[in-house]
């Protein structure tokens, strides 16, 4: 059992989103939070808290789920050297994120063999699950597919909790034997998400190309970095996917931003905005980037021309769902990850949506990870926010 959790309620929130692609935006202005859930949302809730967040008229979103990122040991990455970066990335909004494999660490030969990324996903699942670094939800463990791995392996993964496998380093010459289409059907079995490194080769220079053909041919659930990590597939390719597959679609911050355009295009005449994601592929060659997140949703909102409250479901609750997370929408029972935030002073917007669709970064007040203030009053990431939340204990 945990420790006793503190009630907490946000009052006189703006606008809401939701996460939620299907209903993106709700009409409420208060959200109460006990056991670290969301327990109801609605307008001019007046019930008794152990903590008070006056929102001051600003905007709620759900914490950011990075679709796609890299850790390695705790809170320090060898990709820059850097420490703190998870905190660094919370204080960006980030309250959750999806590691692509932690291919980073120090002297691990690539391709690595088959024993060395089980003993990887196996240690870094276990350091993970005991680890959360400013709360920050780190799903590690990401296995590296490679070939000469056996059913029984997929059965550990399961049985230790592994949540996805991925395609970077497998020889896609070997794919006449079959055994990367076995891969993807003992994954799937047990409820485990294939991702696979779309595109060209990475900052390994091992990692293999795949377009279109080799994503159609492995059907994985979700396409990794499909406009660039770092670089993409052919243009033409991209417009394929949207029509040819059922891939969950990633766009990543280290990637190539025109692509995102023709991508965008195609997604909206098909109406699949649910199915893209929103990831950084960071830390690594692009660096650390604690307000990734947040930039790619102003990017995809002001550049693309997708619906601010939509372009933040691709960051929250698409990602969630593509990875069979609980949290990532603001709705009654998920998990109490919220963000409170507002433009900031100087930007000619009107708020946050306004923000992100004349693509200004917006500045956060609060983040709050199982209802815990983790962030509160102001980042040390993003400039202030116009208007400040305030906070009060003990009160109702
Ligand atoms: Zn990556």
């Given at each position: 059992?945990?420790?006793?959790?503190?009630?907490?309620?946000?009052?006189?929130?703006?606008?809401?989103?939701?996460?939620?692609?299907?209903?993106?935006?709700?009409?409420?202005?208060?959200?109460?939070?006990?056991?670290?859930?969301?327990?109801?949302?609605?307008?001019?809730?007046?019930?008794?808290?152990?903590?008070?967040?006056?929102?001051?008229?600003?905007?709620?979103?759900?914490?950011?789920?990075?679709?796609?990122?890299?850790?390695?040991?705790?809170?320090?990455?060898?990709?820059?050297?850097?420490?703190?970066?998870?905190?660094?990335?919370?204080?960006?909004?980030?309250?959750?994120?999806?590691?692509?494999?932690?291919?980073?660490?120090?002297?691990?030969?690539?391709?690595?063999?088959?024993?060395?990324?089980?003993?990887?996903?196996?240690?870094a699942k276990r350091c993970w699950d005991n680890l959360r670094p400013s709360g920050v939800r780190v799903y590690a463990g990401t296995l590296l597919l490679v070939p000469g791995l056996t059913e029984?392996?997929?059965?550990?993964?399961?049985?230790?909790?592994?949540?996805?496998?991925?395609?970077?380093?497998?020889?896609?010459?070997?794919?006449?034997?079959?055994?990367?289409?076995?891969?993807?059907?003992?994954?799937?079995?047990?409820?485990?998400?294939?991702?696979?490194?779309?595109?060209?080769?990475s900052r390994s220079g091992v990692s293999q190309v795949a377009g279109i053909d080799i994503v159609k041919r492995l059907k994985p659930d979700i396409i990794g970095h499909a406009t660039g990590g770092p670089i993409p597939m052919p243009e033409k390719e991209?417009?394929?996917?949207?029509?040819?597959?059922?891939?969950?679609?990633?766009?990543?911050?280290?990637?190539?931003?025109?692509?995102?355009l023709p991508l965008m295009r195609t997604v909206g005449a098909s109406h699949a905005f649910d199915r893209v994601l929103i990831g950084t592929d960071t830390p690594g060659g692009t660096g650390v980037l604690p307000r990734g997140m947040l930039?790619?949703?102003?990017?995809?909102?002001?550049?693309?021309?997708?619906?601010?409250?939509?372009?933040?479901?691709?960051?929250?609750?698409?990602?969630?769902?593509?990875?069979?997370?609980?949290q990532g929408i603001l709705e009654e029972g998920r998990p109490a990850d919220i963000v409170l935030l507002d433009r900031i002073k100087g930007s000619v917007a009107s708020d946050v949506l306004d923000s992100f669709a004349k693509g200004d970064l917006p500045g956060i007040s609060a983040v709050l990870i199982d209802g815990q203030l983790r962030v509160a009053g102001g980042s040390e990431q993003t400039p202030p926010p116009e208007r400040p939340v305030t906070i009060t204990r003990g009160l109702a």
């Open positions: 059992m945990s420790p006793v959790t503190p009630t907490c309620l946000i009052h006189n929130i703006g606008a809401l989103a939701t996460g939620d692609c299907a209903r993106p935006l709700r009409r409420a202005d208060s959200v109460y939070i006990e056991g670290g859930l969301i327990r109801e949302i609605g307008s001019g809730i007046t019930r008794a808290a152990d903590v008070v967040v006056d929102a001051h008229g600003i905007t709620a979103i759900p914490g950011l789920i990075d679709s796609h990122s890299h850790p390695t040991f705790g809170d320090f990455t060898p990709a820059q050297n850097a420490l703190g970066w998870i905190t660094h990335y919370m204080h960006g909004g980030v309250t959750a994120l999806i590691s692509a494999g932690e291919l980073h660490l120090p002297g691990l030969p690539t391709p690595p063999d088959a024993r060395t990324a089980m003993a990887l996903a196996h240690l029984s392996d997929f059965v550990d993964l399961q049985a230790v909790g592994i949540r996805l496998v991925k395609f970077i380093f497998y020889d896609y010459s070997l794919l006449p034997n079959g055994e990367a289409e076995r891969y993807v059907g003992w994954a799937r079995k047990r409820g485990i998400k294939v991702k696979i490194h779309s595109g060209g080769v991209v417009e394929r996917i949207v029509a040819e597959t059922e891939c969950a679609i990633e766009i990543c911050s280290s990637g190539n931003p025109r692509m995102v930039r790619e949703i102003a990017y995809v909102s002001s550049v693309a021309g997708v619906a601010p409250e939509v372009a933040i479901a691709m960051a929250t609750g698409n990602v969630a769902r593509a990875h069979g997370l609980p």
